[in-house]
């Protein structure tokens, strides 16, 4: 979805805009190059978070939105590694949300692009039944013999790349357990939501059952709010800061008077940005207060179980295990220990520490997609750390980064297999020999 016809205007400053206050925090001291992957392969200083900022800088300052400026913020994943390195507190991630909804109000992008990005992003993101309806199709391409023959067939690379990142269509789709109510296994402890995501409802369905069924036996009632939406990651990373406000609201009213203990999520780029609804409604008085609220009990998965007294009644896992953290919760969340805590308690299970283990796979949302290159070029990076480890299995904690791993482990790796941490506990407790589950 490249960009085109840029304004050569000079672009006031406004809500939607990077803000002075937090471009000055960055002193431009380049503690952040090593951590920030495209300035890693590139070393190129417009590709790294202290070239992107100064450059927001030139904009800010009166410069206009150019092509080449929107490419290199385009080129940028937002994995917010830079935030984790910065002795400053350079709040980046929220300086690239703002200069790519500034960016989008002063480009106009080709027709065809434009078409896409409303369909994907107003349509099908929203949409149960849009949504329903692409994985009925997905499941027909990949179950009827359709994506054998257009393999053998052959395509060109471009599209060959992005073709083997396609997900698995999980029928049947989790959108029939939106709205119920599941109890608690024994004794109930908590009552807790579960936003189930959107294409995760298509794609992942057995991970979003697996993680109600991992909450029920940690004492948990789970409530699956049946108007909850998207919740709006994709667009504000695309820069569409509006219809991702329309999202949060949905999605914050959709547990308002459930009076829950914790509001979880099991992909934690999503996560990121529902920790972020305050920030989002910041300028709305009607929401704000509420969206503070809302982000305050928001929780990652991983977060909420490792803050509990875990059920430890566990069969093993026989295993070799290395985990990948995923951006969103290690740089923009701050989780790190909670994903490997619950892994080794895991009997059975050998935890084995990848090098560089928050650098990102290159998934970034739909980044494996738009800028399938550079992607492409991280994930082999990526997969020579999996592969030093020896490990026969790669955990995360986000469902994009188990489609790139378990791209990378076919096409560069050692055929391992890729796992969310929740599969894992829930195999784990699958796996309790009959007579010992009490």
Known sequence: ????????????????????????????????????????????????????????????????????????????????????????????????????????????????????????????????????????????????????????????????????????AQAPFFFENIGRVFPA??????????????????????????????????????????????CGALHVHAGLREPARELARKNIAAIASGGFDAILTN??????????????????????????????????????????????RMGEVRATVTYQDSCHLAHGQRIRSAPRELLKLVPGLTFKEMPMADICCGSAGIYNVVQTEMSLALLTKKMQSVNVTKAARIATANPGCMLQLQAGAKRFGNGQTVSHVIEILDEAYRNVPPGNAE
């Open 1 to 168: 979805m490249a960009t085109s016809n840029a304004q050569t205007v000079p672009v006031p400053q406004s809500a939607e805009a990077p803000q002075w206050a937090d471009l000055n925090k960055c002193v431009h001291c380049g503690l952040c190059l090593n951590a920030c992957p495209t300035y890693r392969e590139l070393h190129v200083e417009m590709d790294s978070p202290r070239g992107r900022i100064f450059q927001m800088r030139q904009v800010a300052n009166g410069a206009p939105i150019s092509d080449a400026y929107a490419q290199h913020l385009d080129l940028c994943l937002a994995c917010r590694g830079c935030e984790s390195a910065c002795p400053s507190g350079v709040p980046y991630g929220r300086l690239i949300e703002a200069a790519r909804a500034q960016i989008e109000h002063n480009i106009k992008r080709p027709l065809a692009t434009r078409l896409l990005r409303s369909f994907v992003f107003e349509r099908l993101l929203p949409s149960r039944a849009w949504l329903t309806f692409a994985g009925t199709m997905l499941q027909f391409y990949q179950e009827s013999g359709l994506q054998r023959v257009v393999r053998l067939l052959g395509l060109p690379k471009r599209l060959a790349d992005v073709e083997a990142l396609a997900p698995e």
């Open 267 to 312: 992909a934690a780029g999503c996560g990121s940005t529902l920790k972020e609804y305050h920030e989002l409604l910041e300028h709305d008085a009607e929401w704000k207060d509420r969206a503070t609220a809302f982000s305050a009990k928001m929780k990652d998965v991983t977060e909420f179980l490792a803050s509990i007294e875990l059920n430890l």
């Open 185 to 230: 296994n024994g004794e109930r402890k908590y009552r807790v939501a579960f936003l189930s995501g959107c294409i995760a409802n298509v794609c992942f369905s057995r991970l979003n059952e697996a993680t109600v069924r991992v909450l029920q036996t940690n004492g948990c009632e789970v409530t699956i709010p049946e108007s909850q939406t998207c």
